[in-house]
């Protein structure tokens, strides 16, 4: 039973209505919108279904004999999914009393007073779930998770290097970062950051300018994570197979531990002796070894001594054309979570984004409405900035005198480059 409708009927109420006060929507808009065409029918004969398979481009491995002798090798294809899964809405309605005696009846009064504070509560509603959803795919992490890094080497120094030594460096890149670390970063080293173009100071009011390739904004959006309570020495109990499939890679592990301890969604690990390696050389990058780090996919608690951890990126390991370790995990591997923050257990942090644009994918889809007409008003756009398509449809009801409104957006996520194209800035 929807809550009763609230109306201001009993004072004078100007016209002119107080602006709604919204964020900056920064975060998805650096999630990569190319495959929206995936889910429309024109693109296929029929229906795509609410999953997309989409292939990496392929990889080879160069021949090792320096000669001319033939070395065939096999052609081993890669993809990701792209998964409609999503739903933003908001849902009203209102009787023939509240629109004859209580609501505003001005020209432009559903607009302004409905329509557009529904829209920008979907806005801000879509934003947030591309925060959250980029935080915890994104496995790898720059800095001390609770504190602010003080420096601008500490931040985007650092987090470019990763960048460049994972194989993203050339990529538009986009940093989203709390307020916490623009206020330490801008205090003492704003010159770093270049004049910012005109189209982000007139439309973007939190956008710091471009400072070490990023185009850098100040989003209140982001999430703060609290680490899980490993806090032991825990190490991979077996030594994980490789799946039978060679583009599928390994994508989760066996944990043994203390029983009751827990990693949680987001959290980030390490495990010994496997490092990671640039996409193209399948080499270290030119600084100090790396392990390569992953984000924990769902929480878990070890029990019996024990734990399945699933974990994003896959891992291939020497060998693999999409090879992105220099090996594969083995058992009594030691494994670090939060690598570079000291007793991790319960910490709280917020995670600031660095985004390449392909790191991952955002699509919408335009649901199939009926024919307005009657007593049914329908209707549907797309946003040209995001390509989310938000459906609108309206119907009077004579049983209950009522109208009954509703916005709905359907959309989706998948991982594309997440493991070279990503990185969370930790901070407090």
Known sequence: MPAPNSFDVNDFLAREQLRVMTNKLVIGEAFDTSMNKLFTQSYMAGPMGDTVRVPYPRQFLPGQANNLGYEPQPMI??????QIDQISKVHFEYDVLDKALRMQDYEGAIREDIIEPAANTMAQDIEDRCAKYAYQHTPNIVGVLGT?????????????????????????KRAIIGTGIQRALTAVELALFLPDTEFNRVMKEGSLGRASTFQT???????????????TSPTVSVTPTAPADAGTGITSFVLAG?????????????IAAVNEVNLMTRRQGTGAAKLRELSVQADVTIAGGVATVTFTPPLYGPGSPYQNV??????????????G???????????????????FALVGVKLKLPPSGGSVIASQRRDPATGLAVAYTQQF??????????FDCPFGFGEF??????VRLLGA
């Open 77 to 82: 294809d890669r993809a990701t999914f792209v």
């Open 148 to 172: 602010n890094p003080a420096t601008f080497d500490a931040s985007f120094g650092a987090s470019y290097e990763r960048f460049i030594n994972l194989g993203a460096g050339a990529v538009p």
């Open 217 to 231: 904004f100040v989003s209140p959006s982001l999430y703060k994570h609290t680490a899980g309570t490993l806090a």
């Open 258 to 270: 203390t029983n009751g301890e827990t990693l949680k969604k987001g959290d980030v690990l390490n």
């Open 326 to 339: 220099d090996a594969l995990p083995l058992a009594g591997a030691v494994v670090t979570p939060w690598p």
């Open 341 to 359: 923050t000291g007793s991790p257990a319960g910490k709280v942090g917020t995670q600031s984004l660095m985004l390449g644009k392909s790191a």
């Open 397 to 406: 009801t004579n049983d209950e005198m009522k109208t009954r409104c509703r």
């Open 417 to 422: 480059w997440n493991a070279i194209a990503a």
